[in-house]
């Protein structure tokens, strides 16, 4: 009882930041959200840098578009990739409501935001499909566009690209959001608590690699998990100092949320698809290794 009273109060302290961050989330996805969706399927080969720039906007939706572009070939494998690396999901809101990580969360978007880019454009030219992507985009109009992501919904079911009430889009979704993200950390707090109790800090590190260059690889396959669980999970370990900044990179630039199922389920090609997943578990785990490497570590707390 003692243990989920102290993860109540440690969460309750991360609420008021996180309903706030979320209503300006969610005031930005209501104004602005089907621009960012046409402005991503309408820049050709500079594709990947604007997939890049929306997917650091820290909303569910826009992976979810992006995967649906892609499987209609509306834009590239390369600014897919960059969208799916750059997007992180719930972990930014998290870090963000921790005192102190400011610093730290500018300079995670910003190497994320790098990777992406290089990422993206990379495929693209190796793969030769600027071209492609250019004449896909020219057959496009903004009807098609509408269509596309219309049939979507993000994480807490709502429409991505249609506009909702004002109510709905202003204040019923970023309650919906903070209250879910509220439960999973409350969960997550209560549960990590428990096993360090009975397994021990230095057992629980060495369960997850800590200390190893290997610590990147396992970061990277649990943020694969098609779900904001996996971005709580990781900014939550990051935030107690389980797993490195570079760890935190390779988690959260394979974290793709939704993105993936809805690639997974409409993409017909499962090579294809075997292929974009194999490219994001490579990328992260190299970005994060990388990072590692060169001293990431130092982030942790």
Same mark, same amino acid.
């Given at each position: ?29 209501? $104004? ?9 399927? $309408? ?93 896909? /985009? ?126 997974? /389920?409409?993409?017909?090609? $499962?090579?294809?698809?075997? $292929? ?26």
């Amino acid at each position: 009882m003692e243990i989920f009273i102290d993860a109540l109060k440690d969460t309750a302290g991360l609420v008021p930041f996180l309903a706030l961050i979320y209503f300006a989330i969610g005031f930005l996805e209501y $104004r602005y959200g089907d621009r960012m969706s046409h402005f991503i399927m $309408r820049v050709g080969v500079m594709g990947p840098v604007a997939g890049a720039l929306v997917g650091c906007i820290p909303q569910c939706g826009f992976s979810v578009v992006a995967s649906t572009l892609y499987v209609k070939r509306l834009i590239s494998t390369g600014t897919l990739l960059a969208v799916f690396i750059s997007t992180s999901d719930e972990a930014v809101p998290i870090l963000l409501s921790v005192p102190g990580r400011l610093g730290m969360v500018t300079s995670l978007i910003f190497i994320k935001l790098i990777i992406a880019v290089i990422a993206g454009m990379t495929v693209d030219r190796l793969s030769g499909v600027f071209d492609s992507a250019k004449s896909g /985009k020219d057959r496009v109009t903004g009807a098609s566009c509408g269509d596309t992501v219309l049939s979507h919904t993000g994480c807490c079911s709502h429409g991505l690209d249609n506009k909702s009430s004002r109510m709905k889009a202003l204040v019923i979704h970023p309650l919906t959001h903070t209250v879910k993200i509220m439960l999973f950390i409350l969960i997550l707090t209560s549960a990590f608590n428990l096993f360090v109790k009975f397994v021990g800090e230095d057992k629980i590190a060495s369960i997850l690699l800590g200390g190893t260059i290997l610590q990147p690889a396992l970061a990277s396959f649990i943020g694969m998990i098609p779900n904001c669980f996996a971005s709580v999970l990781l900014a939550g370990l990051f935030a107690k100092g389980i797993i490195s900044f570079g760890s935190l990179i390779a988690g959260l630039s394979a974290g793709a949320g939704l993105g993936l199922l809805v690639l997974a /389920k409409e993409n017909k090609d $499962r090579i294809d698809t075997l $292929r974009i997943i194999g490219l994001l578990l490579a990328i992260s785990i190299a970005a994060g290794s990388l990072i590692q490497f060169l001293g990431g570590s130092v982030w942790r707390q």
